[in-house]
């Protein structure tokens, strides 16, 4: 059976209705230290690594670990996809696949990632570059936001790490990814 997520889904019910500025980096990603090791290498992974994610397109896939009601110890999946639009404009498109045991998103292509892609991607999830990071911040009817996801990508490996955070305040949930680039 075919269980993907879309983050987006599964946080609407945490944004809040309050206006949230939105940081160009993640800010106290570890919750005060509650991070597991792997937690804590992506973040240091992230943080060493400053350069924004290449604008071409592409697809990544890559081990996940949520800090929120999951354990933050077991491994999930995640595939993100960076894609241009007609007007050049450039978008992105993420899924989640939790409890697999194996990376269900390692042999999508271009292809596979365009199909799978929202309309809701297309029109809203626009990448941001900032000035050594990139972004994309989501947000809900009443204009708060719900998802953010920060990224930075190793220029030499292509290699992506990729922390979301979805909703704000006590009941937020960080994600803690590194995403290799598809073949």
């Known amino acids: 059976m075919k269980a993907l997520f879309i983050i987006l889904t599964a946080v609407c019910s945490l944004s809040s209705t309050t206006a949230h500025a939105i940081s160009e980096l993640p800010e106290d990603a570890c919750d005060s230290l509650k991070c597991t090791k792997v937690m804590k290498s992506i973040l240091s992974g992230f943080n060493n690594t400053p350069h924004t994610v290449s604008l071409e397109p592409a697809v990544y896939s890559g081990s996940c670990y949520h800090l929120g009601d999951l354990n933050p110890n077991h491994e999930h999946f995640a595939e993100l996809m960076i894609d241009q639009l007609e007007d050049d404009t450039t978008y992105f498109s993420t899924n989640f696949a939790y409890f697999y045991p194996e990376n269900p998103y390692a042999n999508w292509d271009l292809a596979k990632g365009r199909q799978e892609a929202t309309d809701y991607a297309r029109q809203n999830a626009r990448v941001k570059e900032g000035s050594n990071a990139s972004r994309v911040e989501m947000y809900n009817s009443e ?19 990729y922390i979301t955070y979805g909703g704000f305040g006590p009941q937020s949930t960080k994600i803690f990814c590194t995403m290799n680039k598809n073949p």
């Open 143 to 161: 204009g708060a936001p719900v998802v953010v996801y920060y990224m930075r990508q190793n220029p030499e490996t292509k290699e992506i790490y």
